[in-house]
């Protein structure tokens, strides 16, 4: 189930418009860590990420990270992102400053307040996350605002193979990152994925429904996948270090090979 929010006077534009709107931020030099922030912290600019993680019976990590990953997805090529229509200001403002996630925890009515907040949720196999318009964390909204940043860790769990149909995502596994750090890292691949296809494998990709398949890599995967990205077939999120990791560690790589349907 995806919800997409109210599209009310939302101006009608093209994939190809919203593509282009994510390819110049994407390719723009140093988005992923290089950019100053602004002197006031409640000027910094982040994309809010929830992910639904009840007490009883959690949903499976892979499966929460393909949620999220598919919904910050769909939030950056959302008709409401185009030029003219109600996020591209706030969206644009973020792409053009550096790029940050900041995922949080909600269960029971936390959840379904956050459904009430513009935004795009996505289940995958029983797990649920929703994201949304970046903004001003100062402007953040307060049913947000007081869910919990911490708490989203889940243990790892043995999906088995790739989802068929599912644009590849490979976490580097030796890192150790909480859930929550991670639903950000795959946030950030998938973007620098959409980013570095063609207009033709977007649509691809869209008519698959947007279905991303995440892994945790053992070494030698992850060596192979290094390799990949140096022959331009896969991109890896560098990330800025400010968090769990050290600057520089390349955090998730994305698989350029997109699902095609009959």
């Not at 860590?33 to 409640?42: I, K, L, T």
Request: aromatic content about 4%; proline content about 6%.
């Amino acid at each position: 189930m995806i919800d997409e929010g109210p599209l009310e006077d939302v101006r009608p534009s093209t994939l190809e418009e919203r593509h282009a709107v994510l390819v110049a931020g994407t390719s723009a030099a140093g988005s992923y860590g290089s950019r100053v922030d602004p002197p006031d912290p409640a000027d910094v600019r982040a994309m809010p990420l929830v992910l639904h993680i009840p007490k009883v019976d959690p949903p499976a990590r892979s499966d929460l990270l393909a949620a999220a990953a598919s919904a910050t997805l769909q939030v950056c090529l959302d008709e409401r992102i185009a030029p003219g229509g109600p996020w591209h200001e706030e969206y644009t403002a973020w792409l053009g400053a550096r790029i940050r996630k900041v995922s949080r925890r909600a269960r029971g009515a936390q959840w379904t307040a956050a459904q009430e907040v513009d935004g795009v949720t996505v289940d995958a196999g029983g797990a649920s996350a929703r994201a949304y318009v970046p903004c001003r964390v100062g402007d953040l909204d307060s049913r947000l605002r007081k869910l919990q940043v911490g708490g989203t860790d889940l243990p790892a769990d043995d999906p088995g193979p790739h989802a068929e149909g599912a644009v590849r995502l490979w976490v580097d596994a030796e890192l150790e990152m909480t859930v929550g750090k991670t639903a950000a890292q795959v946030g950030h691949a998938v973007m620098l994925a959409a980013g570095a296809m063609t207009i033709e494998d977007v649509r691809s990709w869209q008519d698959a429904q947007w279905a991303v398949s995440v892994r945790d890599a053992d070494a030698e995967t992850w060596s192979r996948l290094v390799a990949e990205c140096e022959r331009g077939t896969a991109v890896g999120v560098r990330d800025a270090g400010y968090t769990e990791v050290a600057p520089g560690s390349m955090t998730v790589i994305a698989e350029l090979d997109v699902p095609r349907t009959a």
